[in-house]
């Protein structure tokens, strides 16, 4: 049977497996972070798609090389090499330092066994030259056609100095290189066809929910991503009766900021007290979030704090308003918050019950005088 004949099986079947490891790797990343929101974490869907996409594609190779490794066929798997490079490099963008590069490359041959042949050095050097030059061209995205022929043409000269270093030293012929090369091209192609299409549903669909789920003008969680939060953190804190602390509070006197100052001295003042309670509960707690359910009025949930637990953090949230700097258009404004706070009780039956008792703390807050933290 000649070449020709005995590649298209293999080619087909190659193909149906890239997009199997394509497919696998978007699920499990997006299992990943689904789980991660679960257990009450906020995390960044690219960083654990980057992260997670590195570690995925080092274990696959690995595998794969280890099963041939001491086989006259090791050069078997140089295609799917390349196309976990590009994208690695391309389509991830991962910041790999040196010595994670040289590292990697030194357990890599020492598991196939090649750290005594100088040419497997020319090999490494070459991987890590594409991996470089993948890189650049992701950073200078221009229009889709132009994209696709960035990407394609330096994948592919790099590609064929690799076959050509690869047929050298394990003689293949030269119809077995050409195939090779077209089998690259058509891996290469499917992947940047495929993988950027997830990318732009996953880049449409990140919009979409940072749209749904964080205001506008302050960039904090808004009253909808409160409410599923709310929901879900009542739900949790009853069942394993953990402690739920619910802070209200509002900007003191924001009407007349609109009516002295005008309205975008307003939303200056919504959006600088967004920033700087971000920036404290960072400090104080990273699991905290910050979300503006009404017009002047937003929210932070203590999942795990007891009332005594969330009160010094709360009088520091309401010291640090009252203390800043508020300057727009030449004018100094003075800020403070008026706070209400209660904790969930066991004789809270609905969500309702627990956030009207934070209203009215708020609303007595207000009534006596502005300024002040009441809790009960």
Same mark, same amino acid.
């Given at each position: 049977?000649?070449?020709?004949?005995?590649?298209? !099986?293999?080619?087909?079947? #190659?193909? /149906?497996? $890239?997009?199997?490891?394509?497919?696998?790797?978007?699920?499990? =990343?997006?299992? @990943?972070?689904?789980?991660?929101?679960?257990?009450?974490?906020?995390?960044?869907?690219?960083?654990?798609?980057?992260?997670?996409?590195?570690?995925?594609?080092?274990?696959?190779?690995?595998?794969?090389?280890?099963?041939?490794?001491?086989?006259?066929?090791?050069?078997?798997?140089?295609?799917?090499?390349?196309? !976990?490079?590009?994208?690695? #490099?391309? /389509?991830? $963008?991962?910041?790999?330092?040196?010595?994670?590069?040289?590292? =990697?490359?030194? @357990?890599?041959?020492?598991?196939?066994?090649?750290?005594?042949?100088?040419?497997?050095?020319?090999?490494?050097?070459?991987?890590?030259?594409?991996?470089?030059?993948?890189?650049?061209?992701?950073?200078?995205?221009?229009?889709?056609?132009?994209?696709?022929?960035?990407?394609?043409?330096?994948?592919?000269?790099?590609?064929?100095?690799?076959?050509?270093?690869?047929?050298?030293?394990?003689?293949?012929?030269?119809?077995?290189?050409?195939?090779?090369?077209?089998?690259?091209?058509?891996?290469?192609?499917?992947?940047?066809?495929?993988?950027?299409?997830?990318?732009?549903?996953?880049?449409?669909?990140?919009?979409?929910?940072?749209?749904?789920?964080?205001?506008?003008?302050?960039?904090?969680?808004?009253?909808?991503?409160?409410?599923?939060?709310?929901?879900?953190?009542?739900?949790?804190?009853?069942?394993?009766?953990?402690?739920?602390?619910?802070?209200?509070?509002?900007?003191?006197?924001?009407?007349?900021?609109?009516?002295?100052?005008?309205?975008?001295?307003?939303?200056?003042?919504?959006?600088?007290?967004?920033?700087?309670?971000?920036?404290?509960?960072?400090?104080?707690?990273?699991?905290?979030?910050?979300?503006?359910?009404?017009?002047?009025?937003?929210?932070?949930?203590?999942?795990?704090?007891?009332?005594?637990?969330?009160?010094?953090?709360?009088?520091?949230?309401?010291?640090?308003?009252?203390?800043?700097?508020?300057?727009?258009?030449?004018?100094?404004?003075?800020?403070?918050?008026?706070?209400?706070?209660?904790?969930?009780?066991?004789?809270?039956?609905?969500?309702?019950?627990?956030?009207?008792?934070?209203?009215?703390?708020?609303?007595?807050?207000?009534?006596?005088?502005?300024?002040?933290?009441?809790?009960?």
């Amino acid at each position: 049977m000649t070449w020709s004949h005995w590649f298209v !099986a293999p080619a087909i079947t #190659s193909l /149906f497996f $890239l997009l199997g490891v394509l497919t696998l790797y978007w699920f499990l =990343t997006n299992r @990943i972070v689904r789980l991660l929101q679960k257990f009450g974490y906020h995390p960044d869907p690219e960083a654990v798609r980057n992260v997670f996409g590195l570690l995925y594609m080092i274990v696959i190779i690995f595998g794969l090389q280890f099963s041939v490794r001491d086989s006259a066929n090791s050069w078997v798997f140089s295609n799917f090499k390349i196309f !976990a490079v590009v994208f690695v #490099s391309y /389509f991830l $963008l991962m910041d790999i330092h040196w010595w994670e590069t040289i590292g =990697t490359i030194l @357990i890599y041959m020492g598991i196939n066994g090649t750290l005594g042949i100088p040419l497997s050095w020319i090999y490494a050097g070459v991987y890590v030259a594409l991996f470089y030059v993948m890189k650049a061209m992701r950073t200078r995205k221009q229009d889709h056609w132009t994209d696709y022929f960035r990407f394609i043409i330096p994948s592919l000269i790099l590609s064929a100095i690799l076959w050509a270093l690869i047929g050298f030293r394990f003689h293949l012929t030269t119809i077995n290189i050409l195939w090779e090369m077209l089998f690259i091209f058509l891996l290469l192609s499917m992947m940047y066809l495929y993988v950027d299409s997830l990318m732009t549903g996953a880049a449409t669909l990140a919009q979409l929910t940072y749209t749904t789920n964080f205001d506008e003008l302050t960039h904090v969680n808004n009253y909808f991503a409160f409410k599923n939060d709310f929901e879900e953190q009542f739900a949790h804190s009853r069942t394993t009766n953990q402690p739920l602390t619910l802070m209200l509070f509002d900007i003191d006197h924001f009407k007349q900021v609109n009516d002295t100052y005008g309205h975008l001295a307003g939303d200056y003042v919504l959006s600088h007290t967004a920033q700087l309670v971000t920036k404290q509960l960072g400090e104080l707690d990273e699991t905290l979030h910050l979300y503006r359910t009404g017009g002047e009025e937003f929210t932070i949930l203590f999942t795990g704090y007891t009332t005594e637990q969330a009160a010094p953090l709360v009088h520091s949230i309401a010291q640090r308003v009252r203390e800043a700097h508020f300057s727009h258009d030449g004018h100094q404004i003075s800020i403070s918050i008026s706070v209400g706070v209660t904790q969930l009780r066991t004789d809270d039956d609905q969500r309702v019950d627990i956030f009207h008792r934070a209203d009215s703390n708020l609303y007595h807050s207000k009534q006596t005088g502005r300024d002040r933290v009441t809790i009960q």
